[in-house]
């Protein structure tokens, strides 16, 4: 979760609620903060801070960090997993940072999908919100499916949410830049494995906007 992501999250909790690890961390106190150059984008929740007994951290305290610190820092736990929900607990008295290690990410990914067809909600939101969360096309494609993730990377990079660059996908997409019958360019997605090009494009047709045509295109051209 990025950091401007986080103070958004922070706005309506508890000053004095205490914040702590989710489920699948333990202990459970956040305590410090860890940040490894005053450059670093990657900014630690610790859960000791070397000379200081006792010491838990709260949501004031973590709003004060962040507002000081870069607007796109990384907020990580110690053990390097991103943050990516904060939620209150105990009656406000609680704010749980929670990584993919500590809730069903396929039953979230779920209720965000529902939320946006509830509230009508473009892609252009939902998106950009989950990337400030931290949830990238590679989380969506662990989670919930291959093709959604596909679907997520194409718009996001067609739509400058994101860039080639920032695409992580480990096995399966890459980008292409192919000539159109008019000699325009378009870039599009295909799998690193030579054998699954031509049905992994066609499979997507309908929900990313591939022609069958492109797709044949391709494969012939590989």
Request: proline share 2%.
């Amino acid at each position: 979760m990025k950091a401007k992501a986080m103070l958004k999250a922070l706005k309506n909790m508890r000053e004095d609620a205490i914040i702590c690890f989710g489920a699948g961390h333990k202990p459970n106190w956040v305590r410090g903060f860890a940040q490894f150059s005053q450059d670093d984008k990657t900014l630690y929740l610790m859960d000791e801070t070397p000379g200081v007994q006792g010491m838990k951290i709260t949501v004031e305290i973590l709003r004060d960090v962040l507002e000081q610190g870069r607007n796109d820092a990384v907020v990580k736990t110690f053990d390097n997993l991103e943050v990516l929900f904060m939620t209150s607990h105990a009656a406000g008295h609680l704010v749980y940072v929670e990584t993919e290690a500590d809730i069903d990410m396929p039953s979230k990914l779920k209720e965000i999908w529902d939320n946006a067809v509830t509230e009508g909600l473009d892609e252009d939101t939902v998106y950009l919100e989950l990337l400030d969360r931290g949830i990238t096309p590679e989380v969506v494609k662990k989670y919930d499916s291959r093709e959604h993730g596909l679907h997520m990377a194409k718009y996001c990079v067609e739509h400058g949410l994101m860039s080639e660059d920032e695409l992580s996908f480990d096995d399966f997409v890459v980008i292409v830049t192919i000539s159109g019958s008019k000699g325009e360019e378009r870039k599009m997605f295909q799998r690193t494995d030579r054998n699954g090009i031509f049905t992994e494009l066609l499979s997507l047709t309908g929900l990313s906007g591939f022609s069958k045509e492109a797709a044949a295109s391709i494969n012939n051209m590989s």
